[in-house]
């Protein structure tokens, strides 16, 4: 039976190349199955040019737990030895949060986790300044990926939750690997085969959307507003008071009774 390892990807910021070329570096949507992949590649110490197959095999599906908000920054950069800096436009996606599910034999998933847990390299959601949020493991369990998302409660933080639904249950958009009878599927070059910079080769892979069963949320959310601590009774203040305290002479150095200076003594 196959089994799933549920990845957590959460951060404040993320970015899924797809199709970039330098001057504008686009980001997906949603991760891609290379991104994931490659860090994976990163928590198990693998090196650029090293064999991917044996990752590129696993099943891959995703889900969107928050979509996040597109941006855009300018980036310089210069080559060594120019003196023009070349700029480019980078995407991000802003507070997204999604779950991956990593699809395969138990003890390859199980060195995955572990790998993970305790990674050789940092790990990054797409990009090097993009670190994750807390723990990227979230569990390995039995079953495929796309069932496993399908009911997988919604992983949403309570926060954000709150916002976005005033049902106790959501359906959630699912991405995973096209079923080949399928005949609704979109293409991306998302297969890594070599990761090295002098070729970069990635092949085709087929994808389709699901849509995720009525899921509750993971974490319990408030039913109503939050209401702000009382403070603590510090008697009733006047700011008015400070203008009578002057003094006579007039100066705003004067802070005490009688026009005596703050902070000095009477002689």
Known sequence: MSSTLLINLKGPLQAWGVDSVFPVRRTGRVPSKSGVLGMVACALGRRRGESLEDLASLEFAVRIERQGVLMEDNHNATRAGSVTPMLSRRQYLCDAHFTAGLGGDREELEVIRRALLHPRWP?????????????????????????????????????????????????????????????????????????????????????????????????????????????PDLGLHDPMSISSSFGERGSCYQGGPAGKSVGTEET
């Open 123 to 231: 790990l990054y959601l797409g990009r090097r300044s993009c670190p994750p949020m807390g723990p990227v493991v979230h569990s390995l369990v039995e079953g495929r990926p796309v069932e496993i998302l399908k009911d997988l409660p919604a992983q949403e933080s309570e926060v954000f939750a709150r916002h976005r639904s005033d049902e106790d249950r959501v359906v959630l958009d699912i991405y995973t690997d096209a079923r080949p009878e399928s005949t609704r599927y979109e293409v991306a070059r998302d297969i890594p085969v070599d990761f090295s910079l002098e070729r970069r080769i990635h092949h085709e892979r087929r994808f389709e959307e699901n849509r995720s069963q009525k899921v509750a949320f993971a974490h319990a959310r408030q039913r109503s507003e939050p209401t702000m601590p009382t403070p």
